[in-house]
């Protein structure tokens, strides 16, 4: 079972940039799609980005576009989000998520393993 470990989140200004990190467990990593999403308090967990197993498809909500880039190291087994121009409104525990999905989904229910998640909060 592959299990997943974020990092990098802490407290940015507006404006200001941050990188995710998401390590696993196993190279198994190298077959999964895998996603971000994004839970602020009192709202549901939604999609932020994911990544196809081979690096080439990749997708991302609309209010991200431009700002946020996915990628991902199948050597180091790492998948990274680099989030740049951030908002108040991206404040949330950040999570990465694993699926084995032949596509790039953006449902979670698509997504067979978690990480514990990491908070990114920024200030206005």
């Known amino acids: 079972q592959v299990q997943l470990v974020e990092s990098g989140g802490g407290l940015v200004q507006a404006g200001g940039s941050l990188r995710l990190s998401c390590a696993a467990s196993t190279r198994a990593f190298m077959s999964y799609t895998m996603g971000w999403f994004r839970q602020a308090p009192g709202k549901e967990r939604e999609f932020v980005a994911a990544?196809?197993?081979?690096?080439?498809?990749?997708d991302y909500v609309d209010s991200v576009k431009g700002r946020f880039t996915v990628s991902r190291d199948n050597v180091k087994n790492i998948v990274y989000l680099q989030m740049n121009s951030l908002k108040p409104d991206d404040t949330a525990v950040y999570y990465c998520?694993?699926?084995?999905?032949?596509?790039?989904?953006?449902?979670?229910?698509?997504?067979?393993?978690w990480g514990q998640g990491t908070q990114v909060t920024v200030s206005s």
């Open positions: 998520a694993g699926g084995l999905s032949s596509q790039v989904p953006r449902n979670k229910y698509e997504y067979e393993i």
């Open positions: 990544i196809s197993w081979s690096g080439r498809s990749a």
